[in-house]
């Protein structure tokens, strides 16, 4: 009797389990499209700012709570790195995943020459200060940002 309760139960835990993931699926879906949405909103509104004769840095002082993920164009690259890596806490970044999300958070990198090397130097200090994991992926050297308290103390 006991092994007819415990696998009626399991059986249930299971089926729960499917609902649950299917669930998360669903919303990881709606998500998606909310954060399409709201990208090319912010991207359709920078385009009309420029046209309405504001600057980005102007526009987004007057709304921060609207674009908190730009970034201020006073920041060094160096500290523009940490705040995307900071913001995305779970995203693995290679070099090049880090120059586009710069460009997409209205960062300009035109001051360099060689923005990946740039990059790919900022990334490796980053993991020798050990303020980053590193992962290697298909031939690819990822990074992502590590939580003060689990550095190690120098």
């Known amino acids: 009797m006991e092994k007819d309760t415990y696998?009626?139960?399991l059986n249930q835990a299971i089926a729960d389990l499917e609902k649950a993931?299917?669930?998360?699926?669903d919303l990881d879906s709606e998500r998606e499209?909310?954060?399409?949405?709201v990208d090319n909103l912010r991207y359709a509104i920078f385009g009309?700012?420029?046209?309405?004769?504001?600057?980005a840095k102007t526009f987004q002082q007057k709304h921060p709570d609207l674009f908190p993920e730009l970034i201020d164009p006073d920041t060094g690259l160096t500290d523009?790195?940490?705040q995307v890596l900071e913001s995305a806490r779970r995203?693995?970044?290679?070099a090049v995943?880090?120059?586009d999300t710069l460009n997409e958070r209205q960062y300009d990198l035109s001051a360099y020459k060689n923005v990946l090397a740039s990059l790919h130097t900022i990334l490796k200090r980053l993991a020798d200060n050990d303020e980053v994991y590193v992962n290697t992926?298909?031939?690819?050297?990822?990074?992502r940002h590590k939580l003060p308290s689990l550095r190690k103390s120098k």
């Open 7 to 9: 696998g009626l139960a």
């Open 21 to 25: 993931l299917a669930k998360r699926d």
């Open 33 to 37: 499209q909310a954060e399409t949405l």
């Open 48 to 55: 009309l700012a420029t046209l309405a004769g504001q600057d």
């Open 80 to 82: 523009a790195v940490r």
């Open 91 to 94: 995203d693995w970044y290679s």
């Open 97 to 99: 995943k880090m120059r």
């Open 137 to 143: 992926r298909g031939g690819k050297t990822l990074y």
